[in-house]
């Protein structure tokens, strides 16, 4: 096990009576358990945390106009998953699970069809698997300059292969539509890991790819900047645009922001992830085709 400390601190100015939803909070799976939660919010401010798919949570602040501060802490405990990756095969699409099936489609910030030929061409002969994703991930880091700067910015996969630059959601689109031209499952994730305290506020979380494999979603970084095995997982979507860190109704602009994580005890288990292209890591727990679907098909052979 894996204990981490998170630590968010936020502030807002805000102008006129505002509604903030906030996706900073770590997600509950059965790979990642939250405790010791602390939240605090400028008096006079109403505040509640809704829980979504996949465990992730979104923090919801009404505030009067004014100075807005929101403080939360947090201790995080991992419990990922590890296989060799050489076991991990990849899934044809007729035995895709339904939960699966649409994040192997185009998504608004990650078209395939653009991208069909170079993924075929480039990726296309080689063997299916971990190893494949693996190398498809290492080419998207090799060619692309990482620009945090760019991070909130929502150009096209084609402006990013283009101009070979981007943020790390800008890497994880264009691995993203690769592997999905390649009928590879994929989608984006939101994370932070130790060491990686963001003077910038929210804007700092960093983004990765999860692929479907075998029977889970694997971690993959397309910088190659976070070790898979001490990800705190915060949002989970098709691309981007699904997991918006801040979305905001009416007048708040943002003041100060600083999200830091640390290991906190027991950070055995970092171990592994001194070579993290060595182990398949996952923090999600097995996917299976639904038995309603099994009904169904009874259902159908017994009319």
Not at 141 to 154: F, K, V
């Amino acid at each position: 096990m894996i204990r981490m400390s998170v630590s968010v601190s936020l502030r807002y100015d805000v102008g006129a009576s505002g509604s903030l939803a906030l996706r900073i909070l770590p997600a509950v799976t059965a790979q990642q358990r939250v405790s010791g939660e602390s939240l605090v919010t400028s008096l006079g401010a109403r505040s509640r945390i809704v829980s979504g798919r996949f465990g992730q949570r979104m923090l919801h602040v009404q505030a009067a106009p004014g100075p807005l501060e929101i403080d939360y802490s947090a201790r995080v405990d991992l419990d990922p998953h590890v296989v060799d990756p050489s076991s991990l095969n990849e899934v044809g699409v007729a035995d895709l699970p339904c939960d699966v099936l649409p994040f192997l489609h185009e998504s608004p910030l990650c078209p395939i069809d653009a991208l069909s030929r170079l993924a075929d061409q480039t990726f296309g002969r080689m063997p299916p698997g971990h190893a494949r994703v693996a190398t498809l991930c290492a080419c998207v880091r090799e060619r692309t300059r990482l620009e945090p700067a760019q991070s909130g910015l929502y150009p096209s996969v084609l402006d990013t292969l283009i101009d070979k630059s981007g943020s790390s959601e800008h890497l994880a689109h264009l691995a993203i539509a690769l592997c999905r031209a390649l009928y590879i499952p994929a989608r984006i994730v939101s994370i932070i890991w130790p060491g990686s305290a963001a003077p910038s506020g929210a804007t700092g979380l960093h983004h990765c790819i999860e692929v479907f494999l075998g029977d889970r979603w694997y971690l993959f970084d397309p910088t190659g900047l976070a070790p898979a095995m001490g990800m705190i997982r915060i949002g989970t979507g098709r691309d981007a645009s699904d997991i918006p860190i801040v979305s905001i109704q009416g007048d708040a602009q943002q003041t100060h922001g600083r999200l830091q994580m640390s290991a906190l005890c027991d950070a055995s288990g970092m171990a592994r992830a001194g070579n993290p292209s060595g182990w398949a890591v996952s923090s999600s727990a097995p996917v299976t085709a639904r038995e309603d679907m099994a009904s169904a098909h009874a259902g159908r052979r017994q009319a």
